[in-house]
């Protein structure tokens, strides 16, 4: 735990201006809408502009379609939000979604 306000450390300031501004980017879900495998380090793109990357991605079996972990800017991060994924140099489109992607069949009380 880092208490902000105790002594002065390296890197204070900038924890400090993390804090006040918040996250610049937001760790979200992601599913194609088409054929292909995401990867790690894949772009993610909105209208042809960069927006955050893959940290990892696989075809899901269960779903018939890659899905796939990235970081985006906040406003992008919103479930439903139409996306793309840059894999071998083309744009395939993804949605944004809240994992886990699948169902769990778990009852709660």
Request: glycine content about 10%; some cysteine.
């Amino acid at each position: 735990v880092i208490k902000l306000g105790k002594d002065e450390f390296i890197g204070q300031s900038e924890l400090k201006k993390q804090k006040d501004e918040g996250n610049r980017r937001k760790l979200v879900g992601v599913r194609l809408l088409d054929r292909g495998v995401p990867r790690s380090h894949y772009r993610v793109v909105k209208n042809q502009t960069p927006v955050g990357e893959l940290t990892s991605g696989t075809f899901s079996p269960s779903l018939n379609t890659g899905i796939g972990l990235c970081y985006v800017s906040p406003e992008y991060a919103e479930p439903g939000t139409k996306l793309e994924i840059e894999i071998r140099k083309l744009s395939v489109p993804a949605e944004v979604v809240k994992p886990p992607f699948l169902p769990t069949r778990v009852k709660k009380d």
